[in-house]
């Protein structure tokens, strides 16, 4: 199974910026798309960027040219560069990875969430 640390979260003003980060460890044959979602108080979670394998990312309208996703495949990990922050953007960001398990299955897991508070 995949474990998922993220980090990078916390308060910044509008306007500024914050990373994040989100680091896959355990037992994997493969990981294939990365991404990152986020749910505010009382509403859904939604997608907010994801990566593919091979590169491809898509982001959801609301951040699209102030945020930007990667990934590094030596260490697992996925970053979200957060630029242009609004107040809008206040949720919890949680790492979604998707990945074929050494059994063939094809999984995914969630990382724990990291609450980033954008004040205006």
């Not at 990152?36 to 091979?54: D, F």
């Not at 945020?67 to 953007?89: C, E, G, H």
């Amino acid at each position: 199974q995949v474990q998922l640390v993220e980090s990078g979260g916390g308060l910044v003003q509008a306007g500024g910026s914050l990373r994040l980060s989100c680091a896959a460890s355990g037992s994997f044959a493969i990981i294939n798309a990365m991404g990152w979602y986020r749910q505010a108080p009382g509403q859904q979670r939604e997608l907010v960027a994801v990566i593919t394998g091979g590169g491809s990312t898509n982001y959801v309208d609301s951040v699209k040219g102030r945020f930007t996703i990667s990934r590094d495949n030596a260490k697992n990990t996925v970053y979200l560069q957060m630029n242009s922050l609004k107040p809008t953007d206040t949720a919890v960001y949680y790492c979604n990875v998707a990945y074929v398990a050494r059994t063939l299955r094809a999984l995914d897991a969630w990382g724990q969430g990291t609450l980033v508070t954008v004040s205006s």
